[in-house]
């Protein structure tokens, strides 16, 4: 893949060696989903690739990204360093990067909490990120299973997941996650699936 050598090269001087390897899964990931679902995998694999680029940036360089790119940030996205890279991860591309593409903007800056009415390649970097070979949580296997059935199904499992971990540790979860949770029990519904 000597085309993203050039992503390769930036991601290695912002990341770890681990991240750097998460990042690398899930563009794999992704481009596996796209093929299998009909995005594009390009697309998919080069926001897979740049999903997490400023996620070991520290407070300061956070809110000076914030601030350089003009990014909005409520409270509880300051308060909540979790929900910082997915917002100046998209600015960084588009700002630094010169990345113009929409979808992979978006894709990228609803990663961490999903929203509703997600397109198809928001969901399918959603998923990759769940389902890397990197992964190895308590219920991984039945993550990847359900990502070969469908993206939906898969969607609904992530999301019950990390809003019931949120709430197991008591943080607070963020309207964007709420809204992909009803959002997707809706259309479950609505399809007689639950
Ligand atoms: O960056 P990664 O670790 O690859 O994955 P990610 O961007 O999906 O981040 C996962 C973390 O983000 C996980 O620890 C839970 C947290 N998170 C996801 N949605 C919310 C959230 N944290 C808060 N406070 N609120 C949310 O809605
Ligand atoms: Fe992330
Ligand atoms: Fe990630």
Known sequence: ?????????????????YRLHHSLEVAK??????EKYGYDAEKAYLAGLLHDITKEADAEETFAMA????????????????LWHAITGAGYIQNELNITDDEI????????TGRADMSLGEKV????????????????????????ISLESAMLEGIEF?????????SPVHP????????IITNYK?????
């Not at 893949?1 to 060696?17: A, C, G, H, Q, T």
């Not at 990390?162 to 008591?170: A, D, M, P, Q």
């Open 176 to 183: 964007d996650t709420i809204g992909a949770y009803n959002d």
């Open 105 to 112: 903007l978006t894709a990228v800056r609803y990663h961490t």
């Open 29 to 34: 990931s992704a481009k596996h989903l796209a």
């Open 67 to 82: 601030e350089k790119y003009t990014l909005d940030m409520t409270q509880l996205e300051r308060d909540n360093k979790k």
């Open 125 to 148: 970097l959603f998923i990759a990120d769940f389902v890397s070979s990197d992964r190895s949580y308590d219920g991984v296997d039945s993550m990847r299973e359900k990502a070969e």
């Open 190 to 194: 609505q399809k007689g699936l639950i």
């Open 1 to 17: 893949m000597n085309d993203y050598d050039f992503y390769v090269n930036i991601l290695k001087e912002r990341l770890s060696p």
């Open 162 to 170: 990390t809003v019931t971990e949120l709430v197991e540790k008591h």
